[in-house]
């Protein structure tokens, strides 16, 4: 599948040759290329610097601009074993496939950047497609799906000084709290020192707090009544030396006319997540629209029901979401 071919029609940047050997960052930086894997790999094999060079030539930009509104587009998935969207068990499993929405993603008017780990960002990075753009490295993939120890979340992914080095924007960490679970407690520790790293840094950090139990088939379900989500922000608020640097990201309420009453329970700037909504795509975008005009509520961090939408229009599904902020 070609990017240009998800949700619109192929553009060719129509661009003179660079003169001489062109390297990867100057083949592949249209977004609306194909993503060449073998080109890739080829740089990855003889020249692995050349992800770090980018990453310091990488023009930046405020994590808020003057819209005071962020729409990220989420793909940390895969790192934790979730592949999954809908009924589609490995719809994330092709990582040329992931690219190439993401970078189509990624071009539309309005999305500000990206969160995703580090096989992902250095891709990106690679493609060129970060160029101006938020970047969030997701930093805690220990906690697999359905694995017993999934609670247990150790920051297997980026640390606070990888995100400072790669000149990165902000990192983003996964909280979730089973009462009757001690991994929860240490994943709630270290949740803590990591926000109190970032602080240090001066650099943002997203929580993304649950309130989850156990099934009897032994899977995991995050608790959307709004007396969870109200318990998981007012948790995830408290953590830490410094809150000054401390975003929230939280899911809309089961009812999400809850949603007024449980932001009230925290004065930290927060964001909604996505979450896979099925193929109920209109009805996601009808909970987004309320609950973005909350006072604490500033944008939208959401994945795979952009990425990969049930009618496969990855570019309308962006566009939409743009236009809700």
Not at 99 to 117: F, K
Request: charged share 25%; aromatic share 4%.
């Amino acid at each position: 599948m070609r990017a240009g071919h998800v949700g619109g029609a192929r553009h060719e940047d129509g661009g003179d040759a660079p003169t001489g050997a062109p390297t990867t960052y100057e083949r592949l930086r249209s977004p609306y290329r194909h993503v060449d894997v073998a080109d890739l790999v080829r740089t990855r094999t003889h020249h692995p610097e050349a992800i770090a060079e980018a990453a310091a030539r990488r023009p930046r930009r405020p994590l808020v601009n003057d819209s005071g509104r962020l729409m990220i587009v989420a793909a940390d998935h895969p790192a934790r074993g979730a592949l999954a969207v809908g009924d589609r068990t490995f719809a994330m499993a092709s990582r040329a496939d992931l690219l190439e929405r993401l970078c189509l993603a990624l071009s539309r008017p309005g999305v500000d950047g990206v969160l995703a780990t580090a096989d992902i960002l250095d891709d990106l990075l690679l493609l060129g497609a970060l160029d101006g753009k938020v970047v969030l490295g997701s930093m805690n993939r220990g906690g697999l799906a359905g694995a017993s120890f999934e609670l247990d979340d150790r920051f297997t992914g980026y640390r606070p000084r990888d995100i400072e080095r790669l000149g990165f924007d902000a990192g983003k960490l996964l909280l979730r709290i089973d009462y009757d679970d001690p991994g929860s407690l240490r994943t709630l520790e270290t949740t803590a020192r990591v926000i109190d790293e970032m602080a240090e840094r001066r650099l943002p950090v997203f929580v993304e707090p649950f309130l989850c139990r156990r099934r009897d088939d032994g899977t995991l379900r995050n608790d959307l009544s709004a007396e969870a989500v109200t318990k998981s922000i007012a948790i995830a608020s408290g953590l830490g030396g410094s809150s000054a640097y401390t975003w929230l990201k939280v899911p809309v309420t089961e009812n999400p006319d809850d949603m007024a009453r449980v932001m009230e329970t925290s004065t930290l700037p927060a964001v909604l997540l996505g979450g896979d909504v099925g193929e109920d795509q209109e009805g996601a975008y009808e909970k987004w629209r309320g609950a973005l005009h909350l006072p604490t509520v500033q944008g939208l961090v959401v994945g795979r029901s952009l990425l990969y939408p049930a009618d496969g229009d990855v570019a309308a599904a962006v566009d939409t979401a743009v236009g809700l902020l």
